[in-house]
């Protein structure tokens, strides 16, 4: 499979500062996921985009997609103390039939809000 | 969406033994993903478990060490042996939706001592 490449590795905001990690893929992606595992969970879906340079919005929220489609960004506004977790995007494995349903996960961005 | 019960949830074992890992969907799914994550690091496929022939495994992952079994379509077991502490993670079960969003059990962590 592609790596998918993700930055920072760690963040640490005070309540109410913005939040962004970004995500990169060796190779174009077909559609890219985005998760969130809380501390002691599983990951959670969040989210998927699919089209070029495409823009979506879940309350506080956005999650972008490049227009090579290659990249992507979730950035959260105001971030609250409900927001710690750790953050992966994934993206599907490249080629054939055997391949479908696998998922490359980038390394994670560990958000840590203090109050 | 799928709901997936795994169990156990985290147990600490002693180094050169074996556990087995269930895990049970509430729907039938053609594919089980296998995924292990290390203490805080991201998620790395094992092996992909299909219904009715051997599993798939990825670079660095092998049957004699990972043993799958997948008796029908809702359930598989992964069975981590011959433990020893470098196997101290947490180990996942995942189905898609669709082939894209993926759904996950709850999780089983591991200490090996």
């Known amino acids: 499979g592609q790596q998918v490449m993700q930055i920072p590795q760690y963040q640490h905001v005070q309540e109410g500062e913005d939040f962004t990690t970004y995500c990169n893929s060796s190779t174009t992606l077909s559609n890219i996921q985005w998760y969130k595992q809380r501390p002691g969970g599983h990951p959670v879906f969040l989210i998927q985009l699919v089209k070029s340079g495409e823009v979506k919005k879940q309350k506080r929220l956005t999650f972008q997609f490049g227009e090579a489609k290659k990249n992507s960004s979730l950035h959260i506004t105001a971030t609250q103390t409900t927001d710690v977790g750790t953050y992966f995007c994934a993206g599907p494995w490249d080629a054939g039939g055997t391949s479908y349903g696998k998922l490359t996960f980038g390394q994670g961005t560990i958000l840590t809000v203090h109050p | 969406s799928a709901v997936i019960s795994q169990k156990p949830s985290r147990d600490i074992c002693q180094r050169g033994t074996s556990l087995t890992i269930q895990c049970q969907v509430d729907s039938q799914v053609t594919m089980m993903f296998w995924y292990r994550q290390q203490p805080g690091q991201s998620l790395t496929l094992i092996a992909t478990?299909?219904?009715?022939?051997?599993?798939?495994?990825e670079s660095g992952f092998v049957i004699d060490k990972f043993p799958i079994s997948r008796p029908n379509l809702t359930f598989s077991t992964l069975t981590v042996s011959n433990m020893s502490p470098e196997d101290s993670s947490i180990y996942l079960c995942?189905?898609?939706?669709?082939?894209?969003?993926?759904?996950f059990g709850q999780g089983t962590r591991l200490t090996v001592v």
């Open positions: 995942s189905v898609t939706h669709g082939g894209t969003e993926a759904f």
């Open positions: 478990a299909n219904q009715g022939s051997e599993a798939t495994y």
